[in-house]
């Protein structure tokens, strides 16, 4: 039978919530110990443990057939790859960086400066859209040093939280991309593959979809049903059911995560009393 082959980060925190959304998605690993490849126990579909680097290259080749992958490494060396889902995690920025002793007002404060980067590509598109000229230095890991010890005035590197560039006294100043974690598909990715490939799509579509709602049940008096439902107008509609207690209803409906709690307050004002919240594992649409 036809597999579908992709890759994840070998480790790290990208790999770890790419297994964690694959097990939601219903797809059961079958991993072992330092394993470079494994198949899935129920799922026409087999992972490769690579090196989070190496994944591009990997899809530009055809080797495997999709990848969870970080946009900032598709924009630096994905040559082109289509993103097939947006997933929503491992969300970072990939930004200038420099002492906090510099005097920084605008970028063309960086003309004719030495800029140290694991990014020479997305830094110098940045770069020459906006006319300026600055020397790159190509480094490998622990770039942030690299202003400290004399090499580069600046940096362009990852940024998640900002406590690593606060610990090497640098400041951000310009962020060049905003990235997450996504699905890439290869260029060179077969029909069967992608037949896979678009129900797996499916099930990460309604696993995302889900963690963005909560499941809301409450009871209300029957004279405080129209404001209340005016508040949770669900995916089309509440749905209300009669309880036993005469004049008293259950209503049921589903609230963005992003307006949860104003929602609640809302509700509470509206006259909502046992307010039930539980969490949705899928979506369906």
Not at 99 to 121: M, N, Q, W
């Amino acid at each position: 039978m036809k597999k579908l082959k992709i890759a994840i980060q070998k480790s790290g925190r990208l790999h770890d919530e790419s297994i964690a959304l694959l097990k939601d998605c219903g797809i059961a690993i079958d991993n072992g110990r330092d394993q470079l490849k494994a198949p899935a126990k129920n799922f026409p579909l087999e992972i490769y443990y690579l090196r989070n680097g190496d994944i591009p290259q990997y899809l530009i080749d055809g080797v495997v057939d999709c990848a969870i992958i970080g946009e900032n490494l598709l924009v630096e060396k994905g040559n082109g790859i289509r993103i097939a889902e947006r997933l929503g995690f491992s969300k970072c920025r990939v930004s200038l960086a420099v002492a906090k002793i510099f005097e920084y007002d605008c970028i063309e404060d960086l003309h004719g400066k030495r800029i140290a980067t694991s990014y020479p590509v997305t830094t110098q598109r940045y770069l020459q859209e906006r006319g300026i000229e600055a020397e790159l230095h190509i480094i490998n890991g622990s770039v942030e040093i690299a202003p400290n010890i004399g090499l580069a005035d600046a940096i362009c590197d990852i940024v998640s939280s900002g406590s690593t560039l606060f610990k090497n006294n640098l400041k951000e100043v310009e962020v060049i991309l905003k990235s997450e974690a996504v699905l890439a598909a290869s260029p060179r990715i077969d029909s069967d593959s992608l037949e896979i490939l678009k129900k797996v799509q499916f099930r990460i579509q309604s696993v995302l979809k889900g963690r963005d709602f909560r499941y809301v049940l409450l009871n209300a008096p029957n004279d405080r049903i129209e404001a209340i439902t005016k508040i949770l107008p669900g995916i089309k509609s509440p749905t209300i059911l009669p309880l036993v207690d005469t004049g008293w209803s259950s209503i049921h409906s589903v609230v963005n995560q992003e307006v949860f709690w104003d929602v609640i307050e809302e509700l509470k004002l509206a006259g909502a009393e046992g307010i039930l919240v539980c969490p949705i594992e899928k979506m369906i649409s």
